[in-house]
């Protein structure tokens, strides 16, 4: 199981490829333009992304050039287009994408390029342990010892969290997103809306992930 972005503004492409990669047993995490993708790139770090080209705010490619100007290109990008020029697509290999898919989308092109990314993903030489953790705004200390690491923070009810990382990566990473969203649920007082503004998710996308976690979505309120 992998964990895939999909970006896409037409909610209908969204719902299609999430339905898609799921049956095939993966997780999959939705953004409609690219200030979704980059907070969800920011949380969940995907281990393959399926981009458009087209989007409203900031298209496809630029959002491509900023991962990678940035240093947070570190895995596969498929871009999907339906209306992009010869030009386009070479751009976009060249600044770093991996494949490029031409819409509409045919199940077999769409299965085939997703396994040879997460195959590229399988591949690519592990990231040191330090660099791995992402520092965020609501960390502002991590000390990793032993295989745990620990995070503390004095401005939350959840001042500090251990997590052992010598398990499976889903396994640790679904550890790690519960904790995030327990420690912004506590902090908003249990509201939505507040931790939907705060993560950068639309408040359905947020609602199912906590779901998926099992968060008690009343301890937030509980603990005021």
């Not at 939350?156 to 052992?164: K, L, V």
């Not at 904790?179 to 998710?201: C, D, I, N, P, Q």
Request: glycine share 6%.
């Amino acid at each position: 199981m992998a964990n895939i972005l999909v970006v896409d503004d037409e909610l209908g492409i969204r719902d299609l490829l999430s339905e898609i990669l799921n049956d095939e047993g993966h997780q999959v995490d939705l953004a409609e333009n690219a200030s979704q993708a980059r907070a969800a790139r920011a949380l969940a770090r995907p281990d393959l992304v399926l981009l458009d080209i087209w989007m409203p705010d900031t298209d496809g490619v630029t959002l491509l050039k900023e991962w990678s100007s940035t240093g947070l290109l570190t895995m596969p990008v498929i871009m999907m287009s339906g209306h992009a020029t010869i030009d386009t697509a070479v751009e976009a290999t060249k600044i770093g994408a991996m494949a490029f898919l031409e819409k509409p989308i045919t199940l077999q092109k769409l299965l085939k390029a997703v396994e040879q990314g997460l195959a590229r993903t399988l591949t690519r030489p592990s990231i040191p342990l330090k660099m791995a953790v992402p520092m965020t705004d609501f960390v502002p200390e991590a000390i990793v010892a032993g295989g745990i690491l620990a995070v503390s923070s004095d401005r939350s009810p959840q001042a500090t969290q251990s997590f052992m990382l010598e398990k499976p990566l889903r396994d640790a990473r679904d550890e790690f997103e519960k904790a995030y969203f327990e420690f912004h649920l506590a902090k908003e007082g249990g509201s939505m809306t507040r931790v939907a503004e705060k993560t950068g998710l639309e408040r359905t996308h947020l609602y199912r992930k906590l779901k998926q976690l099992g968060v008690d979505l009343t301890r937030g309120k509980r603990g005021l």
